[in-house]
């Protein structure tokens, strides 16, 4: 384990079971053999590389019964083996950890919390098997942060359908995916629902968001709906307001912590090795006082945001987590992120600018974390509401 995380220097990884180890680094084998080469020329080209991505399903990220052994849950594997997953795939990549994010945590975790249990077996057995992509819709062109009072997409009930019509914004994946959670407005009972719109559904528009210079390789789509028709068995009975899509993101947001956490210690790996081969003024630049303090803090960030995960991944096998815990955990581990692709990126001098260091990818990619999945300053309200009993959104 110590060789998988040399920079784990609290030796959290040891919660993990030898099963859960063991899909871990077979997931390492594939990141290095058939995700690595291809990530730069995608990144530049943005494109995402699916066909590298899909060789994780052969060590059974979501379903290899090496993750259930000895468990009781039969649709999730523990929260530690999901917290070390994002982390593995963050280290190497925060595209690929965010493409993985909105098909395995967000659209996977609408499908668990709202579907009944024959929609589960219908969808989420073909997500965790990659047959099917999923992703999550919510956010819209005029409501991003105050989407829970503002969703404006309607739902309208005639018969067994309903009629979706309004858009979407910024939704990862969504014009690949085959099936898409889309959050609507019930125009009689004014609650948000969830309808799940298949691919190829009449009046179901994607079209990728072009010239972005965060997470390029994963495509962010805009969507339209007009007219589309979703039978009522197609909507997911369980989603009844906003209270329901903050259950969702409870789980989800702690895994955007799992993400900044990878982030954080993948450009911190990348910055020790890159001040460790270059040389100036005929010594490493590793070897200076000034170069070393700010390794010291990248390392530090690393095992604070670390530490925010595995306990958050504690708290939730016991049931014991809210929205609080999440909301502080993504806001800690990317405001550390944030501060550590900038001090990585600064060490790497001109070569921090370009694709090969590695780090240009971290420092680009970080800036998307940083906004998604709440911001900065919604999360921070989300804990200033906590902490002081006051709500000080509006
Ligand atoms: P705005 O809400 O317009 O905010 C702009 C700024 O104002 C921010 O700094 C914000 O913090 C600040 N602000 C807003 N309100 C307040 C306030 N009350 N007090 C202080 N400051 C405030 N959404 C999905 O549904 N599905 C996805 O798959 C998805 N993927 C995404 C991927 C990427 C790369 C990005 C960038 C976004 C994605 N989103 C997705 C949307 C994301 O959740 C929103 O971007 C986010 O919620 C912020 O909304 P906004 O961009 O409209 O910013």
């Known amino acids: 384990i110590r060789e998988l995380y040399p920079e784990d220097v609290f030796h959290y990884a040891e919660k993990l079971t030898d099963g859960e180890l063991e899909v871990l680094q077979h997931v390492r084998q594939i990141i290095e053999n058939d995700i690595r080469p291809v990530v730069t020329d995608h990144w530049e080209r943005g494109k ?17 019964p090496k993750l259930f052994e000895g468990r009781d849950e039969k649709w999730k594997a523990s929260e530690m083996y999901n917290a070390f997953l994002y982390y593995e795939l963050a280290r190497f990549d925060a595209s690929i950890a965010t493409f993985y994010t909105v098909h395995g945590g967000l659209g996977y975790n609408t499908i668990l919390i709202g579907g009944s249990e024959e929609q589960k077996q219908e969808f989420a057995t073909k997500v965790r098997n990659f047959e099917w992509q999923t992703c999550f819709a919510l956010t819209e062109p005029d409501h991003g942060s105050d989407i829970a009072g503002g969703l404006a997409t309607t739902a309208e009930r005639k018969g067994d359908k309903w009629i979706l019509n ?18 609507a407005r019930d125009v009689e009972d004014g609650k948000i629902k969830c309808f799940i719109v298949r691919k190829g559904t009449p009046g179901y528009n994607a079209v990728p968001i072009p010239n972005k210079i965060s997470l390029r390789m994963v495509q962010n789509g805009h969507i339209t709906l007009e007219n589309v028709e979703v039978p009522e068995a197609d909507r997911l009975p369980n989603i009844n307001g906003f209270r329901s899509v903050n259950e969702i993101f409870i789980h989800t947001r702690a895994d955007v912590a799992h993400i900044a956490n990878g982030v954080t210690a993948g450009a911190f790996v990348a910055a020790l090795r890159n001040t460790s081969e ?3 003024f005929d010594r490493k630049l590793a070897g200076f006082q000034l170069v070393q303090e700010k ?9 604070a945001a670390l530490g925010y995960s595995v306990r958050i991944a504690e708290l939730m096998e016991n049931g014991e987590y809210e929205m609080f815990n999440s909301s502080l955990a993504k806001m800690h581990n990317s405001l550390r992120m944030r501060e550590t692709v900038a001090l990585a990126r600064e060490v790497t001098g001109g070569n921090g600018i370009t694709l090969e260091s590695d780090v240009a990818r971290f420092f680009a990619d970080a800036e998307a974390i ?13 804990v200033g509401r906590e902490i002081t009993g006051i709500g000080a959104f509006v």
């Open 278 to 280: 270059r040389e100036q």
């Open 295 to 303: 390794l010291a803090r990248m390392q530090s960030n690393a095992t």
């Open 370 to 382: 940083y906004t998604y999945e709440g911001t900065h300053e919604i999360n921070a309200l989300l």
């Open 166 to 183: 309004g858009e979407k914004r910024w939704i990862g994946g969504a014009d690949t995916a085959d099936i898409v959670p889309v959050f």
């Open 48 to 64: 995402f590389p699916f066909e590298a991505f899909y060789k994780l399903k052969e060590a059974g990220i979501m379903n290899s």
